[in-house]
């Protein structure tokens, strides 16, 4: 996938409201290998925005289009072939499974391709100073080291783009540096796009485009 395109797009609950925006109700395409920041309030539609990219949510007027093709036609194997293999989501509220261990969560996603070695993961786990929580039922772990487990998990699979909502609202400015560094190493080592949301604080990088939402 080399484009995500929004024509005209606004949530259905927003419809008649006066929306002074970059993104709802414009013409915006994000292209493979850019790095975008989505900059919003809190209630203007920053997580909705990936739910619908995703296709977890279809509450939403007007078009989005993956190359040209409007994602309200996609199958159900359609959708499972775009999530496999060209678009990755870490969500705000991180969706990991707190029964199991954060490498049992990882290797869940990972184990759908085979995408990434054991060791490379470990090594991001030793990056992001996690690595004696592996075996450590998320359930038991902090919010921040949840994001850390969450992001990795993103990166366990092939992508085109990838979406991360908030991604260091509970980080420290150390840990955000290299969560930063490890997540644009891999998205230029796939050539991909990266669309970051924030409320506040953001990953202090070079963004080829900024939208306020």
């Known amino acids: 996938m080399d484009k995500i395109a929004l024509q005209n797009t606004l949530p259905c609950v ?19 290998g850019q790095t975008y920041l989505v900059e919003a309030s809190s209630g203007t539609g920053k997580s909705s925005l990936c739910s619908y990219i995703i296709g977890y949510r279809k509450d939403y007027l007007g078009t ?5 093709k409007d994602i309200r036609q ?17 969500f705000q509220e991180l969706r990991l499974f707190p029964e199991l261990t ?8 990972n184990g759908l391709t085979g995408f990434k070695g054991r060791k490379e993961i470990e090594a991001w786990f030793e990056r992001l100073g996690i690595a004696d929580k592996t075996d450590a039922k998320v359930g038991r772990m902090s919010f921040g080291q949840q994001q850390r487990v969450a992001m990795i998990r993103a990166l366990v699979q092939p992508f085109d783009f990838l979406m991360v909502d908030e991604p260091i609202s509970h980080l420290d400015d ?29 990953m202090d990088m070079s963004y080829d485009k900024t939208f306020r939402l």
């Open 14 to 32: 927003f419809e008649g409201r006066d929306v002074q925006s970059e993104i709802w109700l414009q013409d915006v395409t994000f292209q493979k």
């Open 64 to 68: 989005i289009l993956f190359d040209g």
């Open 74 to 90: 996609h199958s159900v194997s359609d959708w499972t072939s775009v999530r496999k293999n060209s678009l990755s989501l870490l």
């Open 102 to 109: 954060a490498m049992e969560n990882v290797q869940i996603k």
């Open 174 to 202: 150390v840990n955000s540096a290299i969560m930063c560094d490890i997540m644009m190493e891999e998205a230029r080592r796939q050539g991909a796009g990266v669309i970051v949301t924030s409320i506040g604080k953001h």
